[in-house]
């Protein structure tokens, strides 16, 4: 992804996530440590944590992101 692209995909997400969780998907997305399967699931995850108020959650397997 360009730097562009990058910036875009990060305003998206901070409408929908905490500033935290946008920037870890963000850097998720450019991780080609993390799968797609991976990354399918850590978002969806991130999703209930946020609609549990868990700003800092983190999916098991991104914590190096």
């Known amino acids: 992804m360009t730097q ?7 305003c998206f997400l901070k409408l929908k996530y905490n500033i935290f969780h946008a920037d870890l998907i963000t850097r998720a997305m450019q991780d080609e440590r993390i799968s797609v399967g991976q990354f399918e699931i850590g978002c969806g995850l991130i999703a209930i ?3 549990q108020n868990n700003d800092y959650f983190v999916p098991g397997g ?3 992101v």
């Open 49 to 51: 944590a946020e609609q």
């Open 62 to 64: 991104w914590e190096e």
């Open 4 to 10: 562009k692209e990058i910036e875009k995909a990060n």
